[in-house]
C-alpha cells in the first residue's frame, strides 16, 4: 500500500465534473484506491463517495492505493489533480 | 472508520433541533458544551445532594423543580441554588415556559450558566434531546454499500464498485421500494441500540448509474420512493460469480457482518450473466423475514424426523 498527500489547486475543488473525471480514472486501474480527507476515507472509484468530501482549493487530501498496479494509479491520479483536471489552463 | 464525538455547543444543539425555545437567558455563555448524550433532571441536587449531577449533562427543570424552589424560604433557596449552580452546569432548560425569578438569572450568569425556556412539556423535551444527542454522540461509520427498504426491512447492498448495486437498486426503486442511500450509507447507533443507516446530506437522494449520470430519485419517482433513515436488519454483498467456489445451496449456512460491533446477517449473491438479481434480492428477503417469523427450513424440519417425508408443499412452521 502506499500513501501520497496531494494539495487541490483547482478553484472548483472537488466538483462533480472533477470527481466524474477522477472516478473514471480510478476505475481503470485494478488497486483499489482511496481519497482521505479530514476524517472521511471513500473509494475514489464512487463519484458519489468523492462528492461527500466536499474539499475545496487549497485543502489537502490523502491518495491510498493499495494492488498490483498501486503506483501507477497513484502518479495518474496525482497528475490529474495537478493538471487541474484539464479545466483550467 | 468510527468517528467518536466529544461535546456539542448549545448554541448547535438550537440550530440542528429545534426546541422551541421562547426565551434564552444569559446567551453570553451558549457556547458552553455538552459532553454527555442524555439529558438530567436534577431532582434531589436541589436538595444538597450533588453527588451525581454530572457536569457535562444539560439539566431540565420542570414544574417538580421550579415547584420546589418557590416553596422554599428565600434564604434556603438562595443557598440551595448557588450550590447546584457552583457546579458550572453547561446549560438549563425550563420547560413548559413556567415563569422564573429574576434573581435566579443573575445567579446563574454568575456561574456562566445560560437558561433556556422552552414551550415544550417535560417529557417530549426530554425525550427530542434525547433521540438527537444519541445521534450526535454515537459512533459514527460510513460504509460501501446502498441502503434500501424492502417489504419493511432495511437491505445494505455491498460489493466492488461496477459490480451493479446502483443499478440493481434502481430496478428495486422501480418495483416501488425506497432508496435511503446510494454508494455511501453512514451509520450510527440510536437510543433504543438499533444499527441506522442514512445518506450523506450531499449526496442525498441522489444516485449514479452508468450511461445515466447522477439522476436524483426524488424528482424522477417522487417522494413515496425514498427514505431519511432506516434500521439495518440484512446485508447482501454481491460478488462475482466464481465456478469454484461454494455457494449456499442449502439455505443452512448462517453469516453475518459487524457493524459498530453488532452483527447484521449477511447473505452473498453470486452475480452472473442470467441471474434477476432485483428477483433474487426480494426472494431472499422474503426468505429473512420467513425464517424470522419462525417458518423452519427445509433442513431444519429434516434434522428434527430425519425418518419422515417432510411434504413440502404446506407451511413447515
Known sequence: MIEKTQIIINKLGLHARAAAKLSHLANMFNANIFLIYNEDKVNAKSLLGILTLAASVGNEIILQASGDDEQEAITAISDLFNRKFDEES | MAIEIKGIQIRQILELNPLKILKIHNEKWLSNTVSHPRPQRPGLGLTGYLKHIQTGRIQIFGKTEIGYLLNLKEVDKIKCL???????????????????????????????????????????????????????????IKLNGVLMDIMGQGVMLTGVSGIGKSETALELVNKGYQLIADDITEFYIDFNDDLVGRSNPIIKNLMEVRGLGIINIY?????????????????????????????DRLGEDNFYFKILGMDIPLITLPVAPGRNLCTIIEVAVRNFLAKKSGIKTYLEKKKENPDENIDLSHGSR
Open chain 2, 219 to 247: 424528482d424522477i419517482f417522487g417522494a413515496s420512493a425514498v427514505l431519511e433513515e432506516k434500521k439495518l436488519n440484512l446485508v447482501i454483498n454481491l460478488e462475482k460469480w466464481e465456478a469454484k467456489k461454494k455457494y
Open chain 2, 82 to 140: 448557588k450550590n447546584y449552580l457552583s457546579l458550572k452546569l453547561p446549560g438549563i432548560i425550563i420547560s413548559e415556559n413556567i415563569p422564573i425569578e429574576p434573581e435566579w438569572i443573575a445567579m446563574a450568569a454568575h456561574s456562566h450558566t445560560p437558561i433556556l425556556v422552552s414551550e415544550l412539556h417535560t417529557a417530549p423535551l426530554i425525550s427530542r434531546l434525547n433521540a438527537f444527542l444519541y445521534q450526535y454522540f454515537s459512533k459514527k
